[in-house]
Nanobody
């Protein structure tokens, strides 16, 4: 099983980035997918989730209206479009998969760094 994130980088406040997460080794279309982030010196923060079929999405209040989660089950890929980035969005972003809609995640990626400088 692999989840490989990409697309992170350094972006100025107000800018945009699109993260991708390529999945392999499991039936991607059966899993709820999420983005979770960890800011420097802080714990993990759930960012967003999308249902297995892509019809349902949910967002943390801190990113609602700025971030959009999506998935392409034909390509086994998860996305996170991040707009109007703020300093507080600086974090390592992880994609995670779980077969259930609740409970611990079954699989995690290695993370991709997003930095929004002051």
């Amino acid at each position: 099983v692999q989840l490989v994130e990409s697309g992170g980088g350094l972006v100025q406040p107000g800018g945009s980035l699109r993260l991708s997460c390529a999945a392999s080794g499991f039936t991607f279309s059966n899993y709820v997918m999420s983005w979770v982030r960890q800011a420097p010196g802080k714990g993990f923060e759930w960012v967003s989730s999308i249902s297995s079929g892509g019809g349902g999405t949910d967002y943390a209040d801190s990113v609602k209206g700025r971030f959009t989660i999506s998935r392409d089950n034909a390509k086994n890929t998860l996305y996170l479009q991040m707009n109007n980035l703020k300093l507080e969005d600086t974090a390592v972003y992880y994609c995670a998969a779980r077969i259930r809609t609740w409970g611990p995640y079954d699989y995690w990626g290695q993370g991709t760094q997003v930095t929004v400088p002051s």
